[in-house]
């Protein structure tokens, strides 16, 4: 089959305070959508100390404000929410932009009391996950939905409007073990983050492995990564740059090396074709540098990177 290679990208460090306000928003939308970047990506946390744009009400902004960016949550906390309220609004904004929803899902980070607040218990959230992934697909495939779990109950509930990509591709975000099976059971597709590519080669294979084991198989053109980047033609000040903004202890300092690119453009690219050799094709690509920088260096990204690349 013919893989078509994407690049999307998640806003960096959210400005503060005014500076971060509705401008900056549209500006940063803006910017991406008269670029060749392909898709815009939001993160999402029900607390954090620093501005984190929800990403439902986001993407249903950018739905309206924009005629040809892709757009999807990296990822959903599915946990948090009705899988059918989750269902409905995912359908309702795919439904509004002609068919540029990416929706992808995950189980949350590590943070107890973000549950807690949420009113959904830690150690459910795996179970919840995959019982939610269950409801929403069928909201989106069938015109009358029964279902009886062990967290949500259906009595003969219709979801409308249908999305208008058919069949609604499903992505699974997260680099266990456990993410990969999620992916390759229910999923059709797969995009961790933090991950090196010979690490992302293995969960391509492992997760291809439990689709086979499930009577099924993921698509090979969806599998993608997220890696945080900063351009500049000097790389070591390309990496002072970002080093402020890098969440500590997510890996060591040998993965990090791996799993970001600090540098020119031809430094990005390069570790765009080490993930390609690993599986991947699509990509979100996070700025790590002062909010003051990002739109420049979304539209360097756009400019000296995403083309070459989406022709290759």
Same mark, same amino acid.
């Given at each position: 089959?013919? +893989?078509?290679?994407?690049? &999307?990208? *998640?806003?960096?460090?959210?400005?503060?305070?005014?500076?971060?306000?509705?401008?900056? @928003?549209?500006? !940063?939308?803006?910017?991406?959508?008269?670029?060749?970047?392909?898709?815009?990506?939001? =993160?999402?946390? $029900?607390?954090?100390?620093?501005?984190?744009?929800?990403?439902?009400?986001? #993407?249903?902004?950018?739905?309206?404000?924009?005629?040809? $960016? %892709?757009?999807?949550? =990296?990822?959903?906390?599915?946990? !948090?929410?009705?899988?059918? #309220?989750?269902?409905? /609004?995912?359908? *309702?904004?795919?439904?509004?932009?002609?068919?540029? *929803?990416?929706?992808? @899902?995950?189980?949350?980070?590590?943070?107890?009391?973000?549950?807690?607040?949420?009113?959904?218990? !830690?150690?459910?959230?795996?179970?919840?996950?995959? /019982?939610?992934?269950?409801? #929403?697909?069928?909201?989106?495939?069938?015109?009358?939905?029964?279902?009886?779990? /062990?967290?949500?109950?259906?009595?003969?509930?219709?979801?409308?409007? %249908?999305? +208008?990509?058919?069949?609604?591709?499903?992505?699974?975000?997260?680099? =266990? /073990?456990?993410?990969?099976?999620?992916?390759?059971?229910? &999923?059709?597709?797969?995009?961790?983050? !933090?991950?090196?590519?010979?690490?992302? %080669?293995?969960?391509?294979? %492992?997760?291809?492995?439990?689709?086979?084991?499930?009577?099924?198989?993921?698509?090979?053109?969806?599998?993608?990564?997220?890696?945080?980047?900063?351009?500049?033609?000097?790389?070591?000040?390309?990496?002072?740059?970002?080093?402020?903004?890098?969440?500590?202890?997510?890996?060591?300092?040998?993965?990090?090396?791996?799993?970001?690119? @600090?540098?020119?453009?031809?430094?990005?690219?390069?570790?765009?074709?080490?993930?390609?050799?690993?599986?991947?094709?699509?990509?979100?690509?996070?700025? #790590?540098?002062?909010?003051?920088?990002?739109?420049?260096?979304?539209?360097?990204?756009? =400019?000296?990177?995403?083309?070459?690349?989406?022709?290759?």
């Amino acid at each position: 089959m013919e +893989i078509k290679y994407r690049i &999307g990208v *998640m806003p960096g460090p959210w400005p503060a305070g005014a500076d971060g306000g509705p401008d900056f @928003f549209w500006r !940063f939308v803006e910017t991406c959508e008269k670029s060749a970047i392909d898709s815009l990506w939001f =993160s999402e946390r $029900l607390s954090s100390p620093i501005p984190v744009p929800e990403p439902i009400t986001a #993407m249903a902004a950018i739905a309206a404000r924009t005629s040809r $960016l %892709k757009f999807g949550p =990296s990822v959903l906390i599915t946990p !948090f929410r009705s899988p059918v #309220m989750a269902a409905r /609004e995912l359908a *309702m904004i795919d439904y509004l932009s002609s068919g540029r *929803m990416l929706p992808a @899902f995950g189980i949350g980070v590590e943070q107890e009391r973000e549950f807690l607040a949420a009113g959904v218990p !830690f150690k459910e959230r795996g179970r919840r996950t995959d /019982e939610a992934i269950l409801v #929403m697909r069928r909201c989106w495939d069938e015109d009358e939905v029964t279902f009886d779990g /062990e967290f949500w109950k259906l009595d003969r509930i219709t979801v409308l409007p %249908k999305p +208008i990509q058919r069949p609604f591709p499903l992505w699974i975000g997260g680099n =266990s /073990e456990a993410a990969m099976k999620r992916a390759g059971r229910l &999923g059709d597709g797969w995009i961790p983050s !933090f991950i090196a590519p010979p690490k992302l %080669k293995e969960g391509v294979d %492992k997760t291809q492995a439990f689709a086979a084991a499930a009577g099924r198989q993921v698509p090979v053109d969806h599998f993608g990564v997220l890696f945080y980047f900063c351009l500049d033609d000097d790389p070591a000040r390309a990496q002072s740059m970002a080093a402020p903004f890098i969440p500590r202890n997510r890996v060591d300092d040998a993965t990090l090396a791996q799993c970001t690119a @600090f540098g020119p453009p031809a430094l990005v690219r390069a570790r765009l074709e080490q993930y390609v050799a690993a599986g991947a094709s699509k990509f979100i690509l996070r700025p #790590m540098c002062p909010s003051d920088r990002m739109l420049d260096q979304l539209a360097r990204l756009g =400019s000296d990177v995403v083309p070459d690349f989406h022709a290759r």
